[in-house]
């Protein structure tokens, strides 16, 4: 057969018939829904990615994160402690307070360090790296058996012939947010 007479009805698969597929479906559907209504399942979705219950947990307090590393850096401590904060303010429904809440999140941050990286071919630094370590105490008063300790670390590099006072607010927000995406991940998302 000849492909340029060929007509285009040979050539279409056959369709199954739409009210019958479209039957199918809504009779799917409605199983599916009086399944759940007898059973007593609940559907939700979530897009924070918080997975919390809010019909026990209601409140996080959250303290304020000291700077404790050798080497200060005097508004790290502010940035990361409001930058916590504000993850769970724009992210779930629970309130934020001082002390007393629910879940319990304190820490402070361990280390602020400068080390070099890669060597050039001059056999001098071309960037070096800024790392921020953060240790955390959570408390789930709710559920204990969540509770845990841990340290988060995280870092950025920059060339080597740039100071670190032109540089350090970009880093150190770029390395709090990573941080703070953890801690959120680990106490509430349960990634």
Known sequence: MDYKTASLTEYRPASPD??????????????????????????????????????????????????????????????????????????????????GGDLELEGEIVGYDITQGAISANSYASESKLTIRVTVHFINNIYPEESFDKTYSAYQTFDASRLLTDVQDELCNIIVTEITENIYNDTVAKW
Do not use: W
Request: proline share 2%; hydrophobic share 35%; net charge positive.
């Open 18 to 99: 739409r009210r019958q597929t479209g039957l199918h479906s809504l009779f799917l559907i409605g199983m599916c829904s009086v399944f759940c209504i007898l059973c007593g399942c609940s559907i939700s979705y979530k897009f924070n990615g918080a997975n919390i219950n809010y019909q026990t947990t209601h409140s996080i307090s959250i303290a304020d994160f000291p700077n404790n590393a050798a080497m200060v850096n005097p508004t790290l401590s502010n940035l990361l402690s409001e930058s916590i904060r504000d993850i769970y303010r724009r992210q779930t429904r629970l309130e934020v307070m001082n002390k």
